[in-house]
């Protein structure tokens, strides 16, 4: 199979390019992972083998430094191949986005990081709990983090770890026992009480491993505490427009399966296909509209971070709120207004159209959830009118 590198191309427009050569390749792959509930291993594989993983890192640190708008478009194009593992591989790609955005790690832990990336190492954020539920919902963690001699014990369960077959490093959240504040602790895969348990039978996203991560009595040095997490003060991520991207993609590929359908079903009630019929064309004039204004608001937002001075970012928040909520909720819209396209057919389990209907739900309970949107909307409308 032909090498893919990113790193060895100079332009978006190239990277983009290969990109839509690993979506084809992910597309054909994607049903079996589906249907198996496998990991895409080989996908994620070939993405850091690429060089793909280095692509956010900034450019002192020997990184390529791309924009958050193209990382969001990489990430759309490779959920049109496949959803699970652009949410893997977006979980990834915006946590490292973000470390280097804001730097409030040590400089000694982010440079670390840099060299077990370029080595393929891949991390991701293991916040959520079954008794906090959505951390975007302020619940504190209940995993705990003890003081012992100079470093930590951790003892704790978190849930929907997403990537976790292929993780080498966690950050997790977890409040410290002897002040109650709460923090983040990076932890490798390989120290001892770490365990994955293998929960994951979701029917949407089945692609992304999101078991539980086990936490038994985990001893890590005092470096791993890596940061405070200070509630109600979490500046935005910019990086997590990664979400809405991987939902653009799958709604963008029902899209356009639906489309090509209507080119070609011709049923013998009528002559020619069915694309000519008024209510086809109504249903994919509305896929079209929705799908526009997803794109608009989607890259309008991206563009407007990266051109935001990074002290203006701060204040970005509710538009990338209102992206996530507002494009995520017109990707479940697409794909239903393009299985009505196609009909019963759109129901086979060899249609892809449904896995696209199930992928696309899952969105709704990626962050941030829609009722803490228009919470933080309403907010905002509310000190605006004063
Ligand atoms: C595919 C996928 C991948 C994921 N990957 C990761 C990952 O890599 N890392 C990670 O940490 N997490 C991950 N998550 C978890 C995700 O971020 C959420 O924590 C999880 O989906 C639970 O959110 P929830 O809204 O269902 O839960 P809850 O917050 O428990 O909400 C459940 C219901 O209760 C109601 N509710 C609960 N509390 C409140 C409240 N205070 N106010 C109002 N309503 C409330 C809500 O309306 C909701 O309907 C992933 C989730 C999915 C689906």
Redesign the pocket.
């Known amino acids: 199979m032909e090498e893919l590198n990113f790193l060895a191309v100079e332009t978006p427009g190239e990277r983009l390019k290969i990109m839509k050569e690993f979506s084809v390749r992910f597309h054909k792959r994607a049903s079996e992972i589906d249907e198996k509930g496998l990991f895409p291993f080989e996908n994620i594989r070939e993405l850091i083998d690429s060089g793909y993983t280095m692509l956010t890192i900034p450019r002192e640190y020997g990184g390529v430094e791309i924009s958050l708008y193209e990382l969001v478009r990489l990430q759309e194009e490779m959920a049109a191949g496949d959803g699970s593992t652009a949410?893997s591989m977006g979980?990834h790609m915006s946590v490292v986005y973000n470390l280097f955005e804001k730097k409030t790690w040590p400089e000694e832990t982010l440079s670390f990081l840099v060299k077990e990336i370029s080595t393929g190492a891949l991390i991701?954020?293991?916040?959520?709990e079954k008794e906090?539920?959505?951390?975007?919902?302020?619940?504190k963690p209940v995993t705990a983090a003890e003081k012992s001699g100079d470093g930590w014990i951790i003892n704790g369960r978190?849930?929907?770890?997403?990537?976790a077959p292929m993780l080498d490093y966690f950050i997790v959240s977890a409040t410290i026992a002897e002040t109650g504040e709460t923090g983040n602790f990076l932890i490798p895969r390989m120290t001892k009480g770490v365990h994955i348990e293998e929960t994951w039978d979701?029917l949407?996203?089945r692609g992304?491993a999101?078991h539980d991560l086990l936490l038994e009595n985990v001893r890590l040095e005092k470096e791993a505490f890596v940061e405070k997490i200070r509630p109600g003060q979490k500046a935005p991520n910019g990086g997590l427009l990664h979400v809405p991207a991987c939902y653009l993609g799958i709604a963008g590929a029902a899209k356009n399966y639906a489309v090509d359908f209507a080119k070609r079903y011709s049923p013998n009630s009528i002559t020619g296909p069915i694309i000519q019929l008024p209510e086809v064309k109504n249903r994919i004039g509305e896929m079209e509209i929705l799908h526009m204004q997803s794109k608009h608001f989607l890259y309008s937002v991206a563009g407007l971070w990266d051109s935001a001075h990074p002290e203006k970012r701060s204040g970005l928040g509710p538009e990338l709120a209102a992206v996530k909520y507002s494009v995520t909720n017109a990707a479940i819209k697409i794909v239903d207004l393009a299985m009505r396209v196609v009909g019963a057919g759109s129901l086979s389990m060899k249609c892809p159209l449904q896995r696209y209907y199930r992928d696309v739900r899952?969105g709704l309970?990626?962050?941030p959830?829609d009722?803490v949107t228009l919470k933080v909307l309403a907010d905002r409308a509310a000190e605006i009118n004063g």
């Open positions: 949410l979980w991701n954020s293991a916040a959520s906090t539920g959505s951390p975007t919902r302020g619940g978190k849930v929907f770890t997403t990537l979701s949407a996203m992304t999101s899952a309970h990626n962050p959830m009722d």
